[in-house]
């Protein structure tokens, strides 16, 4: 079950039926939270001889009466969402934020039957689109949730850039060859990668997604680590990720990459410094590292 602002009090009378029913039928419920939505369901089976499963960050204090039967302590956030969407045989979810969306991705990674109810906020900071609540499969679901919503246009040095966005946010940054004008009021990333080129810009902040395989969020991810201004070797890259054998895969999965300049896939170079395997081609490598290098000298005084 999901959480969101307002969403414990909104959604109470339908979580306390969901643990009820969930009671009657022998069902345990395994949650994220001891508080708000969780604990209107918990309430709803507290009256049945079913196991109540919490999992929490080993910092979060334990508000009573929370009527969980089993309280376990973990590490992290994503370790959480991992052990209850492995626990799991069936999921429901109800309203909520970033949190619930982080927790349906493990659901829909393990194949879980999802069903997701919208509350006050809906998964993702919205509600989810009329289509993907009637969809038959989880993998049904999230296939729609990456279909492309909207795009926009913005000028660079190097031609248009065409903006891609879904329902979980940019998924896409490319150089378009087609004759297209700028979108007259950018959108976040649009006035973000202006002031980049202008030299006022240093870091993106915003929602992105980023959909491969397995290797390849984990190079995309790891190219977003590398400092405005600063190179990394393929190498480098490759003992980074776990892999020191990898650097040929890393450098195929850095071409593969689908945002442009804000994954910055232009700050990794060949071992000796030599600037190789650019998709936009090597001058253009070029030019974004000396953008970032001339904002970073220091002035000689």
């Given at each position: 079950m999901g959480y969101g602002k307002n969403c414990s009090d909104h959604n109470a009378a339908l979580a306390q039926s969901?643990?009820?029913?969930?009671?009657e039928m022998g069902i345990s419920l395994a949650a994220g939270n001891v508080t708000g939505t969780f604990a209107?369901?918990?309430?709803?089976a507290s009256g049945f001889r079913v196991a109540n499963i919490c999992i929490i960050e080993k910092h979060v204090q334990v508000t009573k009466p929370h009527r969980a039967?089993?309280?376990?302590?973990?590490?992290?956030?994503?370790s959480?969402?991992?052990?209850i969407a492995q626990m799991a045989q069936a999921a429901i979810i109800i309203g909520g934020g970033g949190g619930s969306q982080l927790l349906l991705n493990h659901f829909l990674k393990n194949k879980t039957t999802v069903v997701a109810i919208e509350g006050s906020g809906g998964v993702a900071d919205g509600r989810l689109p009329s289509e993907v609540l009637k969809?038959?499969?989880?993998?049904?679901?999230?296939d729609l949730l990456l279909k492309p919503k909207s795009k926009s246009v913005v000028e660079s040095p190097f031609g248009m850039v065409q903006l891609t966005y879904n329902h979980f946010g940019l998924c896409e940054a490319k150089i378009i060859s087609t004759a297209a004008n700028p979108t007259a009021d950018y959108d976040?990333?649009?006035?973000?990668?202006?002031?980049?080129?202008?030299?006022?810009?240093?870091?993106?902040s915003g929602k992105i997604i980023l959909h491969g395989t397995d290797f390849q969020r984990k190079v995309w991810q790891a190219l977003l680590d590398i400092p405005y201004g600063r190179t990394l070797e393929y190498g480098e890259l490759a003992q980074i990720i776990g892999d020191k054998n990898?650097?040929?895969?890393v450098g195929h999965a850095a071409g593969q990459n689908p945002i442009w300049v804000i994954v910055p896939c232009h700050r990794l170079i060949g071992k000796d410094g030599s600037l190789t395997g650019y998709a936009g081609g090597l001058e253009m490598k070029r030019q974004l590292l000396d953008l970032e290098n001339r904002q970073t000298e220091l002035p000689l005084f």
């Open positions: 969901v643990g009820k029913l969930a009671g209107h369901a918990f309430e709803g039967t089993e309280i376990f302590r973990t590490e992290d956030t994503f959480k969402h991992s052990q969809a038959k499969t989880p993998q049904q679901a999230f976040e990333f649009g006035l973000q990668l202006r002031e980049y080129f202008s030299g006022k810009q240093q870091e993106f990898s650097s040929r895969a």
